[in-house]
């Protein structure tokens, strides 16, 4: 008895090792479903506009139990979705363009690619098409059968988060703070809700540029109202559509239109990243690259663990 004891304990072993070592591979798909990544890429061709949403919603993804399409899923009898938790509700965006790929791929590949690889390969396509980096988007992940609405509202960054908790919740992913400015310059295209920079342009603080509140308090009434709040800025006054580095720019000069944004440059240990990438933009599109890369590392379920569905929003 103890003889099959161990011997069952030691497969069990074995097999957790076998799904654990489970490694994502860009030629995931070369075989089962090669034309998969060009399904894709046509299926986003025409949201360009949707680029920074996307982009977005990969990063929401993979912050909550890592890149599992968490995220993608509607409320049911036995589903608490995401999409409800505070840093998602109304903001995040993309949902239908990742349905559209997902009804794409589906019709070339039935039951093979997820929906969280649809999510990371659409976040890269989406890049590119704004003039931002390309990547070799590894493959391989599957898709949750869970969602987290309480993790997503502790582990996803405010908009009133100071530099250190940014740091720390960026750390508890495995990312370096190099890793979350870098990240961060995603910002430099998109937009936020006047609610979310309200209290910054309003507060007269010395780390903002008179003329910048200024400018953004036209946009976004002190009043707070549903129509007030909604009231969309682009993050970047520069350059809103286009992937740069103005963000890092605009920081230096006090125009950070979060108050997450701007405290990567206000005297304190990210100051010097955000002075190189203001220099650099190929560093930083080069460091962007590589921390996509890195984020999409994020726990994703592989081999066994996980399914694939055939609807994004719902358990199959």
Same mark, same amino acid.
């Given at each position: 008895?103890?003889?099959?004891?161990?011997?069952?304990?030691?497969?069990?072993?074995?097999?957790?090792?076998?799904?654990?070592?489970?490694? $994502?591979?860009?030629?995931?798909?070369?075989?089962? #479903?090669? &034309?998969? $990544?060009?399904?894709?890429?046509?299926?986003?061709?025409?949201?360009?506009?949707?680029?920074?949403?996307?982009?977005?919603?990969?990063?929401?993804?993979?912050?909550?139990?890592? #890149?599992?399409? /968490?995220?993608?899923?509607?409320? /049911?009898?036995?589903?608490?979705?995401?999409?409800?938790?505070?840093? %998602?509700?109304?903001?995040?965006?993309?949902?239908?363009?990742?349905?559209?790929?997902?009804?794409?791929?589906?019709?070339?590949?039935?039951?093979?690619?997820? #929906?969280?690889?649809?999510?990371?390969?659409?976040?890269?396509?989406?890049?590119?098409?704004?003039?931002?980096?390309?990547?070799?988007?590894?493959?391989?992940?599957?898709?949750?059968?869970?969602?987290?609405?309480?993790?997503?509202? @502790?582990?996803?960054?405010?908009?009133?988060?100071?530099?250190? @908790?940014?740091?720390?919740?960026?750390?508890?992913?495995?990312?370096?703070?190099?890793?979350?400015?870098?990240?961060?310059?995603?910002?430099?295209?998109?937009?936020?809700? #006047?609610?979310?920079?309200?209290?910054?342009?309003?507060? &007269?603080?010395?780390?903002?540029?008179?003329?910048?509140?200024?400018?953004?308090?036209?946009?976004?009434?002190?009043?707070?109202?549903?129509? %007030?709040?909604?009231?969309?800025?682009?993050?970047? $006054?520069?350059?809103?559509?286009?992937?740069?580095?103005?963000?890092?720019? %605009?920081?230096?000069?006090?125009?950070?239109? $979060?108050?997450?944004?701007?405290?990567?440059?206000?005297?304190?240990? @990210?100051? /010097?990243?955000?002075?190189?990438?203001?220099?650099?933009? @190929?560093?930083?599109?080069?460091?962007?690259?590589?921390?996509?890369?890195?984020?999409?590392?994020?726990?994703?379920?592989?081999?066994?663990?996980?399914?694939?569905?055939?609807?994004? /929003?719902?358990?199959?």
């Amino acid at each position: 008895m103890t003889y099959r004891i161990i011997i069952s304990f030691v497969v069990t072993l074995v097999v957790l090792s076998t799904i654990c070592d489970a490694q $994502l591979s860009s030629t995931f798909y070369d075989s089962a #479903c090669p &034309n998969a $990544l060009s399904t894709i890429r046509t299926a986003i061709r025409t949201a360009r506009r949707m680029a920074a949403s996307l982009i977005r919603l990969h990063f929401h993804d993979c912050f909550v139990q890592g #890149c599992d399409a /968490s995220i993608l899923l509607d409320e /049911s009898t036995t589903i608490e979705s995401e999409k409800s938790a505070l840093p %998602n509700v109304n903001s995040v965006r993309g949902f239908e363009i990742i349905d559209k790929a997902k009804a794409a791929v589906e019709k070339v590949c039935p039951g093979v690619v997820s #929906c969280a690889d649809i999510v990371a390969v659409a976040a890269r396509d989406a890049s590119f098409a704004v003039g931002g980096p390309s990547w070799t988007v590894k493959l391989g992940r599957r898709d949750s059968t869970t969602a987290s609405k309480s993790s997503a509202n @502790t582990d996803l960054p405010l908009f009133t988060d100071d530099l250190q @908790t940014l740091i720390s919740r960026f750390n508890n992913k495995g990312l370096t703070a190099r890793d979350m400015v870098t990240l961060s310059g995603a910002h430099t295209i998109g937009q936020a809700q #006047c609610f979310t920079f309200r209290g910054r342009i309003y507060n &007269n603080a010395s780390d903002i540029d008179a003329g910048f509140s200024s400018t953004r308090q036209r946009g976004c009434p002190l009043s707070s109202s549903t129509t %007030n709040d909604q009231k969309l800025a682009a993050l970047d $006054l520069v350059t809103p559509n286009s992937f740069d580095n103005n963000y890092f720019k %605009n920081l230096i000069q006090k125009k950070g239109l $979060l108050q997450s944004d701007q405290v990567l440059f206000s005297g304190g240990s @990210t100051d /010097s990243i955000v002075s190189e990438y203001s220099k650099n933009p @190929t560093t930083f599109k080069s460091d962007f690259a590589a921390a996509m890369i890195k984020m999409g590392d994020i726990q994703p379920l592989t081999a066994s663990a996980g399914v694939i569905r055939s609807i994004c /929003s719902a358990v199959n």
